[in-house]
């Protein structure tokens, strides 16, 4: 039986595989500092002791728009997909956004991700038609 909950101090090192599936890095997050932050909502689906889907929801203010969130980093492991934990976590992730009055969630993803793009489109989110920048430092 899986179970969404919050990130809790201690399940870094579970979520190793779960990244290296996401990014093709072994990354080991700081999930002290994660928990300590209010406004980066980190959840993880666990099954059997063992933690199977990762979503983040990173909240922060734009002066002209409020509060805004983006969806980072949504995971779930290989042999796990199809089973509608995806749509699960970010159903969750889009409630607890709604909980806290965000005003729009926003999120990237790579035109080869096209099972994470019928997600997003399927519930709701919309492609902008405006270019997005990134400068790496
Ligand atoms: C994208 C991802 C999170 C979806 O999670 P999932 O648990 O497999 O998806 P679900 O079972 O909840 O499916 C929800 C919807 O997503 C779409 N979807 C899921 N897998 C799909 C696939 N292989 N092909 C096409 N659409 C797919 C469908 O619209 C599906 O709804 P439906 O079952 O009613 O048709 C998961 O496949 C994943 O972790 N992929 C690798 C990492 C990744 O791309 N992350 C997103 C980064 S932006």
Redo the contacts with the bound molecule.
């Keep these: 039986m899986s179970k969404i909950r919050e990130l809790q101090i201690g399940d870094e090192k579970k979520l190793v595989g779960l990244f290296v599936?996401?990014t093709g890095k072994e990354i080991l997050i700081d999930s002290a500092s994660s928990v300590a932050d209010h406004d980066a909502v980190c959840l993880v689906i666990e099954e059997d002791d063992a933690l199977i889907?990762f979503?983040s929801l990173i909240i922060h203010k734009v002066p002209t728009k409020g509060e805004v969130a983006r969806?980072e980093?949504?995971?779930?492991?290989?042999n796990?997909?199809?089973?509608?934990?995806?749509?699960?976590?970010?159903l969750r992730l889009i409630e607890i956004a709604r909980e806290r009055k965000i005003s729009k969630i926003n999120?990237?993803?790579?035109p080869m991700?096209?099972?994470?793009?019928?997600?997003?489109?399927?519930?709701g989110f919309s492609k902008y038609d405006t270019d997005t920048f990134f400068l790496s430092l």
């Design positions: 599936t996401l889907g979503g969806i980093d949504v995971i779930i492991g290989e796990h997909q199809g089973k509608g934990l995806g749509k699960m976590l970010v999120l990237t993803s790579n991700r096209t099972a994470a793009h019928k997600l997003y489109e399927k519930l």
